[in-house]
């Protein structure tokens, strides 16, 4: 090789190694400043309270959920978010629910010897209907004889009811549940073919119960609901036990008697928390980049022995207060982002993603003008079922669009390793409230740094179990990344080489009139 054209390679690889540099984000001092606000001291400060026991749970509806709101909506305000709801911060949602009249409600097992009288506080049960039986005939089936359960005939079935051991799948061990979900569909597709028109199931770890699970109605936009085609009592009284046990499977010596009135629906107000750091840039300041988390858990579980609160410190309440750490920590950038950027925090994702539905069916920001959703949720414990989490972040639909490099490329200079999980990435993808954004076409992921651990949906989710380091480490790179996205004049798209990505890229096309 001649000396002038080894000076033309070295003059282009330095060129290509600029380039490359220049193509990195700089940490600016203003932004290492920003970033050293994110504290492990003032996530556990947060958090603490968040998942307190005086909380009890943050159940959709409740007044601990109540009260996170209002807390939320203090730390906005601390921070001088500007207050993007209807009602300052608050998105109002008016929904209703179906009550019963439990007052009302009368269940009897008229046996050989005596008459149970099952009390309301005894019961549990998600049926909205009226229901009405007068001595109907009693026959008991053992939920573990799959083999008499499919030798069983119509004829021996006909009108009776069918008292049983139906397992709670909540407190079955995790690697069974799987197992135990698909012997209850059998069960229950059995039962639907014999149109039973009851299951009692017995419980034997309470004595109390939860009454009439009611569910939560968008009045806008009603769906179908999906009940179980037979209708289903847990009895959490120890003299139906007692009975159960003293009878030998197949027709009983019983019958059984219930009275239970239709739900009547009553209103109930939600409430969406939303504050916006207005964007400086003229051109881009309408364009909107959201940070969101659901502030919602299961509340408490009437009728467990010892800890029945479950506080969800976890899921999600480190989402929760790491929107509220990284707002008050990008708030004191001297020159704000050129985007805004948006922080919200839904109800309801235990119910089925209610909160961030409604927010789809009535957004604040116009979805054409929302570039981007990063959702957290899971990001405080490291004690992942697969090993500690030290240092790591993923996000679900990894590669989806091309939020994935943007996090990666923010992590690098955190510290943190951003990665594809090759099992979860995908299927996790719509098990949080970014599906509702990307069902519009926004690129929108929710990024965990552990999918599954101890305590999961569990009472057990306290908020001395969160590993307080890292998650501040975490969302450094959370901040970093909002701001790499809301400064940059090309907003992230779907990756529409990905087959998995097309009904998304699709919705993005109908709202951008592609």
């Known amino acids: 090789m001649n000396k002038r054209n080894l000076t033309l390679i070295t003059a282009i690889i330095l060129i290509c190694s600029v380039s490359l540099r220049a193509q990195q984000p700089a940490l600016t001092p203003d932004s290492r400043a920003m970033l050293d606000r994110i504290s492990a001291d003032s996530l556990r400060g947060h958090l603490s309270f968040i998942a307190s026991d005086a909380l009890e749970g943050r159940n959709t509806p409740s007044r601990g959920l109540d009260i996170a709101a209002e807390y939320i909506a203090s730390q906005f305000r601390r921070a001088g978010l500007e207050p993007a709801g209807d009602d300052g911060y608050f998105q109002t949602a008016r929904f209703l629910t179906p009550e019963h009249d439990m007052a009302a409600f009368k269940l009897e097992i008229h046996g050989e010897n005596e008459t149970i009288t099952v009390p309301n506080s005894q019961v549990s049960f998600s049926i909205e209907g009226a229901l009405s039986l007068k001595r109907a005939p009693l026959f008991k089936i053992d939920f573990k004889d799959s083999a008499a359960l499919a030798e069983l005939k119509p004829e021996q079935m006909d009108g009776r009811i069918v008292i049983a051991e139906v397992p709670d799948i909540r407190r079955v061990e995790p690697a069974l549940r799987g197992e135990t979900f698909r012997n209850q569909s059998a069960f229950m597709s059995r039962l639907t073919d014999f149109k039973t ?57 019983a019958d059984v008697s219930l009275q239970l009135d239709a739900a009547i629906e009553k209103p109930v107000k939600l409430r969406n928390v939303i504050g916006l750091l207005r964007g400086s840039d003229p051109a881009l300041r309408d364009s909107f980049v959201l940070v969101t988390a659901h502030y919602d858990h299961l509340g408490i579980r009437a009728g467990m022995p010892g800890d029945n609160i479950f506080n969800g410190a976890n899921d999600d309440g480190s989402g929760t207060v790491s929107v509220i750490e990284v707002a008050s920590a990008i708030a004191t950038l001297k020159g704000r982002t050129q985007r805004s950027i948006a922080f919200v925090t839904f109800f309801g994702e235990e119910k089925g993603l209610l909160g961030s539905r409604y927010y789809a069916s009535h957004p604040v920001f116009p979805i054409e003008k929302t570039v981007a959703d990063v959702n957290l949720e899971q990001v405080g414990r490291t004690d992942s079922s697969e090993g500690p989490q030290i240092s790591n972040a993923t996000l679900t639909g990894f590669d989806y669009s091309e939020l994935g490099p943007i996090f990666q490329k923010a992590g690098e200079l955190t510290g943190i390793k951003v990665y594809k999980h090759e099992q979860n990435s995908d299927s996790y993808f719509g098990r949080s409230d970014n599906q509702a954004l990307a069902d519009l076409g926004v690129p929108a992921h929710t990024l965990c740094t552990a999918f599954v651990y101890p305590d999961y949906h569990g009472a057990g989710d306290h908020w001395e179990k969160i590993d307080y380091a890292n998650m501040a480490k975490v969302d450094r790179m959370v901040a970093l990344a909002l701001i790499m996205i809301a400064n940059n004049p090309a907003a992230p798209k779907w990756n529409d080489a990905n087959p998995k990505a097309a009904r998304y890229v699709k919705a993005w096309n109908d709202h951008h009139g592609k």
Do not use: W
């Open 197 to 253: 028109a009851l299951i009692i199931s017995i419980d034997r770890t309470s004595t109390s119960g939860s009454g009439a699970a009611s569910r939560l109605i968008d009045p806008d936009n009603r769906r179908p609901v999906l009940a179980s085609p037979v209708a289903v009592i847990t009895v959490h009284d120890p003299r139906v036990i007692k009975f159960y046990d003293s009878i030998k499977p197949g027709a009983a010596p």
